[in-house]
């Protein structure tokens, strides 16, 4: 799919990445992975994180708001 290289490329070549979603996104399998979680700078969700999705992002050094 030409969508998701392009997006690669961008990521690539960004000096930050943030990924900005709604919450009925998180905990559900995706048919595409444009990159891992750890290559993102941040998330922003429009509600709190559980705790359990802060533990896994503290992890991986990926901030969230």
């Not at 509600?47 to 533990?55: A, G, N, P, R, T």
Request: charged share 20%; proline share 3%.
């Amino acid at each position: 799919d030409n969508t998701a290289l392009m997006h690669k490329l961008v990521l690539h070549h960004a000096k930050q990445t943030f990924l900005v979603v709604d919450h009925t996104k998180l905990n559900y399998p995706s048919f595409t992975c444009v990159a891992p979680v750890r290559a993102l700078t941040g998330i922003i969700l429009d509600q709190e994180f559980s705790s359990e999705w802060k533990d896994f992002l503290r992890h991986n050094n990926v901030l969230y708001y």
